[in-house]
């Protein structure tokens, strides 16, 4: 047994209650961000590791991986090893590697800022020149590849893009709805996520403050409050 499985080993010693130590398999793997995984097959446990984090500390492995037997088994994770590793993926030389590892190995599905009902680069100068003295430099505008009602929109930074669900591209949604989301989506350019106390914090006070500036918020809230109940109707099967 490798050191990464007697870390592992150890997980389930503290973790698994009177369970039987199973044989597990640790490795790296070149995981496009920092992405980890635990599996069982055949009673044999399989753990990939994101090679982002072959050269952490051991304090740091052990961390993890009583973090991945926490998440196999059901159980809380011990606060000690919460913290460690949580520290340590926030770090700016993990989160560097991270944003890296996903640009070079990751893969972002574009289709076209022309929708069949409305245009998002035409949208975008609107709001930049109105909301933002037009110095927001132009990210790459697409509309989602299905409809999607869990999420509207979605900026990403690593690939510079703003994806906006296709649910939105229709004439029975107004235009200033999608220029709300839109604008959601510009807010995040304009405001860095935060880190307080180990978390991240994107919808910081700067970020609602100027989300309110837009004239139709309240009336945006309510077709906000009407795509949840959508979500929460039952579906036909």
């Not at 926030?90 to 893969?107: K, M």
């Not at 022309?114 to 132009?138: A, C, I, P």
């Not at 307080?196 to 970020?207: E, K, L, P, S, V």
Request: net charge positive; proline share 4%; charged share 30%.
């Amino acid at each position: 047994m490798n050191d990464l499985s007697k870390y592992f080993a150890d997980a389930f010693r503290h973790l698994g209650g009177n369970r039987n130590i199973p044989a597990i398999e640790v490795r790296f793997y070149p995981y496009a961000g920092l992405h980890h995984t635990i599996r069982v097959r055949s009673g044999r446990v399989y753990v990939r590791l994101s090679d982002i984090c072959n050269t952490g500390s051991q304090d740091v492995l052990r961390a993890l991986a009583f973090v991945l037997v926490a998440r196999l088994l059901g159980k809380r994770v011990p606060d000690v090893h919460d913290r460690v590793y949580r520290d340590y993926s926030l770090t700016p030389e993990v989160r560097r590697a991270a944003d890296i590892a996903r640009r070079r190995r990751g893969r972002k599905r574009i289709s076209s800022a022309q929708g069949v009902t409305y245009e998002l680069d035409r949208l975008f100068s609107r709001l930049n020149k109105k909301f933002f003295d037009g110095v927001l430099e132009k990210p790459t505008l697409t509309w989602s590849q299905r409809k999607t009602r869990t999420i509207l929109g979605h900026h990403d930074r690593v690939y510079e893009t703003i994806t906006i669900s296709k649910t939105l591209d229709s004439p029975e949604v107004p235009e200033w709805f999608v220029e709300y989301i839109l604008y959601h989506e510009m807010l995040h350019m304009k405001h860095a996520a935060r880190f307080i106390n180990g978390r991240r914090y994107y919808h910081t006070a700067a970020f609602r403050q100027d989300e309110r500036r837009f004239p139709q918020y309240n009336e945006a809230q309510r077709w906000l409050e009407r795509f949840a109940r959508r979500r929460r109707m039952p579906r036909a099967a």
